[in-house]
């Protein structure tokens, strides 16, 4: 280090000699350069590999969220059909119950009037259960 203050004191009355120190300065400053620029590209493309798995795993994660969504869209429609299922079958039930005790009115009016005993029936012993 000590020699290169020398030799540039010495040659500093000389044009040539700054020109000739200069020239392989700038040659090692556009190296130094170029080495920054590679190191830089390198980090990136590491960086870049050591995300693509996390990237990877969050797409599917991502994917698997919309599946999810999508069943229980499937489900809740799934519901409402069951729901409006047994609405009917409850009406029909209604419907068929009035219809056989509007048919057991007059059995049982002419059992009072000639004063029959009356026949025990099997759904008395278990009433049916209503939905509310």
């Known amino acids: 280090m000590q020699s290169i203050a020398g030799t ?3 040659a500093a ?7 000739a120190l200069v020239a392989p300065m700038q040659r090692q400053l556009e190296l130094v350069n170029e ?5 830089r590209a390198l980090r990136a493309e590491v960086f870049g590999r050591l995300l693509d798995p996390i990237d990877a795993v969050l797409d599917l994660l991502e994917e698997s969220g919309k599946t999810i969504r ?8 799934a519901a ?8 009917l079958m409850q009406t029909q ?8 005790r509007g048919m057991r009115e007059p059995a ?10 009356p026949r025990p029936r099997a759904s008395a012993a278990k009433p049916a259960k209503k939905r509310s």
């Open 35 to 39: 080495i920054v620029d590679r190191e």
């Open 8 to 10: 540039v004191r010495g």
């Open 108 to 117: 049982d009016l002419a059992r009072k009037v000639s004063r029959a005993k």
């Open 70 to 77: 999508a069943q229980a869209d499937a489900l809740a429609e």
């Open 13 to 19: 009355g000389r044009s040539e000699l700054p020109s």
């Open 80 to 87: 409402a059909a069951l729901e409006q299922t047994a609405k």
């Open 93 to 100: 039930a209604d419907a068929y119950e009035r219809t056989i």
